[in-house]
C-alpha cells in the first residue's frame, strides 16, 4: 500500500517540478510549486502512517501553513507585475540581473 | 673625583625649588591655553614667571651659601616617575644652581628685551608662551637628579628651539632651518638615548647618585661607549663637529631667541652633560679624550666660519660654536677644566647673550637687515648699543682683565697643562676669535656708512638697553670674580670634585702673552682690511679658504652626499619594491578575483526557470551525494 501513495507521490512531484522548468505562465509556474508541495504533504503523511507516529502529520500541518503564507506573497506579487506590464509570463520579468 | 654625599629631604627655598620649573611652565600653559584673551598682558606674564623663577633660584643658591660644603648637595623627591625604575627628583648642588641662575637671570633679561623686540609683532604672545616653555625645560635639563628627568629637559628644549627658530613660520627659510634643527639634534637625542639605555643595563639605576658611585667599576669597553653615546648626544644640542650643521641656519629664529638659546642657554646643555657626567668620562679616559678632540676640531671651524660670515648673525653663531669648543675642551680636561668650563659658559652667556642682543637692536634699528656690508658707523647713532657690543666684544676676544680673559685663558692654561698640543690650537683658536670679532665690530660700528637709502638708524627704547647695560657690567666683573682665586673652582667642588692642587693665575706665562699678541694681530688685521678700508657693498669672490669658510667648511655638501643622497637612494628603491612587487600581488589578486566575478555574474541572467533548473540540479546532486552516502 505504502509504495502506490509513494509513487503517487513521485509523480505528482515530477509533474510539479517540470511544470515550473518548462511553463511561462507565472500563475501556472506557481500552481506546480503547490503541487510539489503537496507531493511532500502526501509522502509525509504517508510516512507517518506507516510507522504509526504523528510526526509526519505535524510536518504536514507546517508545509500547509507555509504554502497558505506563500500563496499569499506570491499572488500579490503576481498580480502587481500583471498590473504593471500587462503579462503574467515569468521570462518578461527578468530586470534583476547582473 | 671626590664629591660631596647627597643629602634627602631639603627645606627652605631648595625645597620649594620644583617651582623653578612649575613657574615658567605655568606660564606657557596659561599663555596657549588661554589664547587671544591673553594677547593684552601675555608678554608681562611671561617676564612675571620668569623672574619668579629666578627669585627662586636666589633664594636657593643664598640657603646653599649658609651651608657647609658636605651639605651642599641636596635631593628635593618629587614623585614616582616610573614605579621601580624611576624616581623624580630635583639634585640642587653647587652645579646645577650655577645653571639655575645662569638660565633665569639671564632668561630674565632677554624677556624683558623681548617686549620691546617684539612690540610690532602680532604674535608676540605666541613668543613668550614658547619662550616660558624653554625655561622651564631647561630647568628641568639642568636640574633633573636623574638622565631621565634630563632627557625630557634635552627633548623639552629641542621642542623650544624648534618653536622658536621657526617662529616666523611664513618664512620657508625659518620653516626649513627649523625642521633642519629638529633633524640634526635628533641625531644627537637618539645616541644619549642610547647611551641612557647603556647606563641603565649596566649600573641598574639612571639616578645622579647610584651611577656615580660605582661608575669607576663597570667595563672599561662599556664606559667608553656610554660616554661616547653622551657625548654623541652632547654634540647634537651643544652644535659641535660633526652636528653642527643646524646652528648657523638656527639664526632664522627672532634675536632673543639666537641670544637666549643659541648662544647663553641650551647650546651649553652638552657642556653640563659632559660635565655632569664627570664620573662616567673621567673611568673611560678614551671617551674623555675624544671630547677634547670634538672640543678643538670644534672651537677651530666655529672660529674660521666666524670669519666669513656677512650675517651678523651668523658671524655671531660661528663664535658660539667656537666658545663653546673650548667649553667642551675643559670639560674633557676633568677636574681641572670643569670650573673653566662652566666659568667660561657662565661668562659666555653674559657676553654672547649681550652681543646677540646689540645685534638685534642694530637689526632693530637697521629695518632687519642683518649684511654687515650694510652697517658701518653705526656708533654715533647708537651708543649704548655700540658701547655694550663693545663691551662683550672686548670680552670675548679675552682683552685683559674683562671676563673672556680669564675664563679664556684658564681653559688654555688648564690645556696646556693636560696635552700641549690641545693648548696651543686653543692659542690659535683664540687668535682667529681676535679677527673675527674685530670684523664683526668695525663693519658694524666703524668705517664709512653703507646704509640701504631708506635706512633711518636710531637708538632702541631703554626696554632693550637695560638688559644690555645689564648684561655688559657680567661681561666686564663676572670672569674676574669667578676666577680669582679660584672662587667658582672651590663652590663647584662638592658637585664636580676639584683637582689634587689648584691651579694659580699666571698672567704672564707664555701661552697667555702668546694668546694676547695674536689677539692683538688678529685684531689689527681686521682694522687694516674692515675698518680703516672701504668695505665693499657686495661680497667679493674671495680666495678658496674664504668660499670654505662661507660654505660652512662644507658641512651641508658633506652631510648632502654622506646621507642624504643615499638615503634618498633607499627611499627611491623601497618605492620601487613597494610599487613593483607588493603593489604588484595585491594588485594582481585583486584584478584575479575581478575578472573571475566579472564572468561569473553572467550566470545572474534574470530568468527564473533557469535558476529553478540550478536549484533542481542542486537537489539532486544533494539526493544523489546522500544515496552515496547510505550504500556505504
Given at each position: ?7 503517487l ?39 507517518a ?13 507546517f508545509?500547509m ?34 | ?8 629631604g ?6 620649594a625649588?620644583?617651582?623653578?620649573i612649575a613657574?615658567?611652565?605655568l606660564?606657557?600653559?596659561?599663555l ?9 598682558w ?41 614605579p ?5 627628583g ?18 630674565s ?5 623681548s617686549i620691546?623686540?617684539m ?17 622651564a ?52 637625542d637618539?645616541?644619549?638615548a ?13 639616578a ?19 660616554g ?13 663637529l ?11 629664529g627672532?634675536t ?12 651649553t646643555a ?12 673621567e673611568?673611560?679616559?678614551t ?10 676640531a ?40 670643569y ?37 658701518g ?50 692659542v ?24 640701504a637709502?631708506?635706512?633711518h638708524?636710531?637708538?632702541s627704547p ?29 663652590f ?18 707664555a ?14 688685521i681686521a682694522?687694516?682690511?674692515y675698518?680703516?678700508?672701504e ?5 667679493p669672490?674671495?680666495s ?12 651641508d655638501a ?8 643615499p638615503?634618498?637612494?633607499?627611499t627611491?628603491i623601497a ?10 600581488l ?14 561569473m ?6 530568468f ?7 536549484i533542481?540540479f ?15
Amino acid at each position: 500500500m505504502t509504495t502506490h501513495y509513494l509513487v503517487l507521490s513521485v509523480l505528482l512531484f515530477t509533474i510539479g517540478a517540470v511544470g515550473v522548468l518548462i511553463r511561462r505562465n507565472a500563475i501556472v509556474a506557481f500552481m506546480c510549486v503547490e503541487l510539489m508541495l503537496n507531493a511532500c504533504n502526501l509522502a509525509f503523511v504517508t510516512f507517518a502512517r506507516q510507522h504509526g507516529n504523528l510526526d509526519g502529520q505535524i510536518i504536514a500541518f507546517f508545509v500547509m501553513v507555509v504554502a497558505a503564507a506563500e500563496v499569499v506573497v506570491g499572488l500579490a506579487i503576481i498580480v502587481t507585475i500583471f498590473r504593471t506590464r500587462r503579462s503574467a509570463s515569468i521570462d518578461d520579468a527578468n530586470l534583476l540581473k547582473y | 673625583m671626590e664629591t660631596a654625599e647627597i643629602i634627602q629631604g631639603a627645606g627652605g627655598a631648595i625645597g620649594a625649588s620644583w617651582l623653578m620649573i612649575a613657574l615658567p611652565l605655568l606660564g606657557a600653559a596659561i599663555l596657549l591655553l588661554g589664547g587671544r584673551r591673553t594677547n593684552g598682558w601675555g608678554h608681562l606674564l611671561g617676564v612675571a614667571m620668569s623672574l619668579g623663577a629666578f627669585v627662586v633660584a636666589v633664594l636657593s643658591f643664598v640657603q646653599m651659601l649658609g651651608l657647609d660644603d658636605s651639605r651642599r648637595r641636596q635631593a628635593v623627591e618629587l614623585f614616582d616617575f616610573i614605579p621601580g625604575m624611576v624616581k623624580m627628583g630635583l639634585l640642587i648642588d653647587p652645579l646645577s644652581i650655577s645653571f639655575a641662575l645662569l638660565i633665569t637671570g639671564v632668561g630674565s633679561l632677554i624677556h624683558i628685551y623681548s617686549i620691546g623686540y617684539m612690540s610690532h609683532d602680532p604674535d608676540r604672545r605666541r613668543f613668550f608662551a614658547y619662550l616660558n616653555l624653554f625655561v622651564a625645560a631647561m630647568l628641568l635639563l639642568v636640574l633633573a637628579d636623574n638622565y631621565v628627568g634630563l632627557y625630557i629637559g634635552w627633548e623639552g628644549v629641542g621642542l623650544a628651539s624648534y618653536l622658536l627658530i621657526g617662529f616666523w613660520q611664513h618664512k620657508p627659510s625659518a620653516a626649513t632651518a627649523a625642521k633642519k634643527a629638529f633633524i640634526v639634534n635628533r641625531v644627537g637625542d637618539f645616541g644619549l638615548a642610547i647611551g641612557i639605555f647603556t647606563i641603565w643595563t649596566t649600573f641598574g639605576s639612571v639616578a645622579y647618585g647610584p651611577v656615580f658611585e660605582v661608575a669607576g667599576e663597570a667595563d672599561q669597553g662599556v664606559l667608553t661607549a656610554i660616554g661616547l653615546l653622551l657625548l654623541l648626544g652632547a654634540c647634537g644640542k651643544s652644535a659641535q663637529l660633526p652636528l653642527q650643521s643646524w646652528l648657523l641656519d638656527a639664526m632664522e629664529g627672532p634675536t632673543p631667541v639666537s641670544a637666549l638659546i643659541h648662544a647663553a642657554t641650551m647650546v651649553t646643555a652638552g657642556v653640563y652633560l659632559v660635565v655632569r657626567s664627570g664620573a662616567i668620562f673621567e673611568a673611560a679616559s678614551t671617551a674623555q679624550f675624544v671630547v677634547t678632540i670634538v672640543g678643538v676640531a670644534t672651537l677651530l671651524a666655529g672660529a674660521i666660519i666666524g670669519c666669513a660670515k656677512d650675517d651678523i648673525k651668523k658671524a655671531l653663531a660661528g663664535s658660539t660654536m667656537s666658545q663653546i669648543g673650548y667649553m667642551m675642551l675643559a670639560a674633557g680636561l676633568g677636574p681641572v677644566g670643569y670650573a673653566f668650563a662652566i666659568a667660561h659658559l657662565i661668562t659666555h652667556g653674559f657676553f654672547k647673550a649681550n652681543m646677540f642682543l646689540g645685534a638685534g637692536s642694530v637689526m632693530h634699528a637697521m629695518n632687519d637687515e642683518v649684511d654687515m656690508r650694510k652697517y658701518g658707523g653705526l656708533f654715533s647713532v647708537m651708543k649704548v648699543t655700540a658701547i655694550t657690543f663693545g663691551i662683550g666684544y672686548l670680552a670675548i676676544i679675552g682683552f685683559p682683565l674683562l671676563s673672556g680673559y680669564f675664563t679664556k685663558d684658564g681653559i688654555i692654561e688648564s690645556a696646556m697643562h693636560v696635552n700641549p698640543v690641545l693648548g696651543w690650537l686653543a692659542v690659535a683658536g683664540a687668535g682667529i676669535t681676535g679677527f673675527y670679532m674685530s670684523r664683526v665690530m668695525f663693519m658694524t660700528f666703524f668705517g664709512k656708512r653703507r646704509w640701504a637709502p631708506d635706512a633711518h638708524p636710531h637708538e632702541s627704547p631703554a626696554v632693550m638697553t637695560i638688559p644690555l647695560v645689564i648684561l655688559s657690567i657680567g661681561s666686564v666683573f663676572l670672569g674676574a670674580y669667578l676666577i680669582l682665586g679660584n672662587r667658582l673652582m672651590l663652590f663647584l667642588a662638592p658637585a664636580v670634585g676639584r683637582p689634587a692642587d689648584l691651579p694659580g693665575f699666571h698672567p704672564f706665562s707664555a701661552p697667555g702673552l702668546t694668546t694676547l699678541a695674536l689677539v692683538a694681530v688678529g685684531a689689527a688685521i681686521a682694522w687694516a682690511k674692515y675698518g680703516r678700508a672701504e668695505v665693499p657693498q657686495v661680497a667679493p669672490r674671495g680666495s678658496f679658504l674664504t668660499t670654505f669658510a662661507r660654505r660652512d667648511l662644507y658641512g651641508d655638501a658633506l652631510n648632502e652626499s654622506l646621507f642624504m643622497r643615499p638615503g634618498q637612494w633607499l627611499t627611491r628603491i623601497a618605492v620601487f619594491f613597494d610599487n613593483r612587487a607588493v603593489d604588484g600581488l595585491v594588485n594582481g589578486l585583486a584584478a584575479g578575483i575581478g575578472g573571475t566575478s566579472g564572468r561569473m555574474r553572467r550566470l545572474q541572467n534574470g530568468f527564473v526557470r533557469s535558476y529553478a533548473l540550478s536549484i533542481l540540479f542542486g537537489a539532486a546532486m544533494v539526493v544523489g551525494a546522500l544515496l552515496y552516502v547510505g550504500t556505504l
